[in-house]
């Protein structure tokens, strides 16, 4: 018997929209996580050796913090865009 990926696939991804990609909160808050993990994986591999001093010893670390404080300002956006189209809607 073959694993149905397919079938996996499309389950995930109904998932994923649901719980991640529902609000404009949640979508920028995802998208902000996303291109924060990008920028971490780039830049933090020249700066870990050398702040840390030896190969990728506190990367994981300042990776997950960068992407943390990209999540975080991502939601924030989005509640901001949120809360504006809100007073949209009860200004006219």
Same mark, same amino acid.
């Given at each position: !018997?073959?694993?149905?990926?397919?079938? +996996?696939?499309? %389950?995930? #991804?109904? #998932? %994923?929209? #649901?719980?991640?990609? *529902?609000?404009?909160?949640?979508?920028?808050?995802? +998208? %902000?996580? /996303?291109?924060?993990?990008? /920028?971490? +994986?780039?830049? !933090?591999?020249?700066?870990? &050796?050398?702040?840390?001093? *030896?190969?990728?010893?506190?990367?994981?670390?300042?990776? +997950?913090?960068? *992407?943390?404080?990209?999540?975080?300002?991502?939601?924030?956006?989005? &509640?901001?865009?949120?809360?504006?189209?809100?007073? #949209?809607?009860?200004?006219?």
């Amino acid at each position: !018997m073959k694993p149905n990926y397919a079938a +996996s696939a499309r %389950f995930l #991804r109904r #998932r %994923f929209v #649901r719980h991640a990609w *529902t609000t404009t909160q949640q979508k920028w808050t995802t +998208s %902000f996580v /996303v291109v924060g993990l990008l /920028v971490a +994986s780039a830049v !933090m591999p020249t700066f870990g &050796i050398a702040v840390f001093g *030896t190969a990728f010893a506190g990367w994981w670390l300042a990776v +997950s913090l960068l *992407t943390v404080f990209f999540g975080l300002l991502g939601n924030r956006a989005g &509640i901001g865009l949120e809360k504006a189209a809100l007073q #949209r809607k009860e200004a006219e």
